[in-house]
């Protein structure tokens, strides 16, 4: 009998989600639910897709939802979010599921870009 596949838990908060154009990414994973962040955190409206980055002195809640995936399925979604480039995958925390992964924006905020607690704004 072989082992199970473990699964990594994954906070997505923009086009990931279910009903946005890339969940199909997402296919055959498990949904763990919708949940909101810890404050600290902003998402950053980039236009197509949001960002996320972490905001200490005034961050808020960040709502999303979380999925366990497999391997495989974050291999292809690291390759999609090109991590380590324009987004690093990294954790954050989860009130009630501790802390979890999510990808973040791993460059300059862009001047005026809207912020908020979810995307789209």
Known sequence: MS???AKTVLFVYGTLKRGGRNFFRMAGQQFVGEVTTAPGYRVIDLGAHP???RDPAAGLAIRGELFAVGANC??????FEEVPGPF???LIDVPGH?????YYMNTPVPAG???GDHWPL
């Open 3 to 5: 082992e199970p596949q």
């Open 51 to 53: 960002g996320l980055v």
């Open 74 to 79: 974050l291999a292809e979604l690291d390759a």
């Open 88 to 90: 690093v995958r990294e």
């Open 98 to 102: 501790g802390e979890v992964w999510a």
């Open 113 to 115: 870009a809207r912020t």
